[in-house]
């Protein structure tokens, strides 16, 4: 079937019916035709007087759009959008995110570490990803090395909240419901890094598109959170804890219709060709090796949370488990990835993790904190999501508008002070300072958290997924991009594991349904302040040494080498050291 045509490809010059043509050869012909017509667009977009309409629509939308689609094609924009809104948006935020809380604080009835630790085993997939990325660059599935496995994930995904819709479990059978939640991660997780593998050799292909790409990729995933924010709140306090994961399930299964559609760009291999990809292994091993060693790990920490409830334990893997991967990762990856990486890793490990004490706190009732917020998950949940969504949608168009031709350096020291800074917000309420100056809970907390923290978070955010995508090689995009991604996930799992055990070592607890002697949040101000404004300024000085000193629309990877950048001296040129990486004949499938 053809697909749908913008107004510009209308054009004679532009006609063509997209669905006639392989998506490779259609991205190939987007491509020259863009080059040919954006100064026509460009000259389009003034008026008279030289002034550009840009400024008359909101952040120049339109000609994003046409920029966004004449680089990128119709149906692959399509593909992502299924994707980042129906899967990724849809569901990890409202339902592999918001509703642990209910389902595990009222349905379940676990305490607050417990409930962490559990957040730990659900998440574990994303930091695993480099060996599912690993598998589908050797291993073709069906003739297909993404397109098949997107299928298989879905499958996996649908059949996890079927479960958590229909099994009602007991409350001493925690670690079940978080092993599903944990499968239904694992479509997420799968589905994410195949079309971020694509999207990233997209981006190294055309590095002057800078952040459009991801841009569109944000948009859908808050617009998609919008959609989803209403049930996970609403539905939960009505009781229907388990009922509300029907609405997951067909929006995990939809993720296979684009696919069998032909959306993805992916040739199906010969039967000759279909089988493992020996010399990509031998070839790149330390990637593999790296990213085995990743997934030990992971999985070392899911077990140590299921059966142990030792903070020290904790701290002691944690720790040994961090230090171990990132020499493992200096020795396996070229020296500018392995710095761009060190640094991702310890801004996601420092930034500690607390949504145990955190969330218990402000949804405790009367029993637990007499003087509390008391928020309902309908507030909590539902209308907190819809702002913060909105909130993160203007920082992606502040970031598009305003940052996307920053240095990365000046952006990752002003997006973490300013993220620090959004977390006093958290203290003036635990403190009551907002009930002192007369500011309802509720307010104070969607100005703070809701409006200030999802902006800044955002624009934190942004050019980590930039630098990530620029730096992965050619035909091995999903493994180099599940590497870097799953270290950056499993800082995160870390955090969690030092912000649970540095709650264990505050004497901060929480238990739902408790009396007033059974939760403790004296200190949970200290806390916050170590854990969310000490702790992750600490990594600002590391920018000068592990990142490089360029902007987010320059190359960092040219004729499959990493481009090494030395620091700029004013009145000279720059010179480039090139460390090899991966030659093209080497690269060969």
Known sequence: MPCCLSDYEKDPAWRVVM????????????????????????????????????TGSIFGLPFYMRRLIGNFGCRFVFMLTSV????????????????????????????????????????TPWSIKAVFGAVSDLVPFFGYHKSAYIVLAAAMGTSAFVFLATVEFGQGAGWAAALLFMSANVEL????????????????????????????????????????????????????????????????????????????????LPRGQRGIRTEIFQRNLPYFKLAAIMAAGSIGLL?????????????????TTSIFLCIAAHVYMPKTLAKCNLYMFLASTFYLQIPGPLNYYYVADENCTPDGPQFDFTYYNSTSMVVSSICGCLGIMLFQTTMRNWKFRPMFWVTTVLRCAAAVVDIIIVKRWNIKMGIDDHVMYML?????????????????????????????????????????NFGQSIAMSLGLTLTEML??????????????????????????????????????????????????????????????????????????????????A
């Open 303 to 319: 077990i140590v949370h299921l059966l142990s409830e030792s903070y020290r334990v904790l701290l002691i893997y944690s720790l």
């Open 507 to 588: 004497n901060i607890k929480a238990v739902s349904g408790g009396e007033e002697g059974d939760c403790n949040f004296d200190n949970l101000p200290i806390l916050i302040g170590i854990s969310h404004m000490i702790l992750p300024l600490l990594v600002i000085p590391s920018t000068f040494w592990l990142i490089p000193d360029i902007r987010m629309t320059d190359p960092i990877v040219k004729d499959d080498e990493y481009i090494e950048m030395p620091k700029r001296r004013k009145n000279s040129s720059m010179t480039e050291a090139r460390v090899g990486l991966l030659s093209a004949e080497e690269t060969e």
């Open 84 to 123: 980042y809104f129906g899967v990724k948006g849809f569901l990890y935020t409202p339902f592999l995110s918001a509703a642990l809380l209910p389902y595990f604080n009222r349905y379940l009835k676990v305490s607050a570490s417990r409930y962490q630790a559990y957040q730990v085993v659900a998440s």
């Open 19 to 54: 669905a006639e043509l392989p998506l490779e050869q259609e991205l190939e012909r987007h491509e020259n035709e863009w080059e040919q017509h954006k100064g026509r667009w460009s000259r389009e977009t003034k008026d008279e007087s030289g002034i550009s309409r840009i």
């Open 189 to 268: 997780s799968i589905v994410d890094l195949l079309t971020e593998g694509k999207y990233a050799e997209l981006m190294v292909r055309k590095p002057k598109t800078g952040g459009d790409l991801v841009t569109w990729v944000w948009l859908m995933y808050f617009s998609a959170t919008l959609a989803g924010a209403y049930i996970t709140g609403a539905l939960p306090d009505s009781g229907k804890y388990r009922e509300m994961f029907w609405f997951a399930v067909p929006m995990a299964a939809q993720v296979a219709l684009p696919v069998l559609l032909g959306c993805f760009p992916e040739k199906r």
């Open 448 to 488: 703070g958290n809701n409006i200030i923290n999802s902006v800044v978070a955002m624009l934190d955010w942004m050019p980590a997924v930039v630098l990530t995508s620029k730096l992965c090689p050619k035909n091995m995009e999903s493994t180099v991009y599940a590497l870097l991604a799953g270290f950056q």
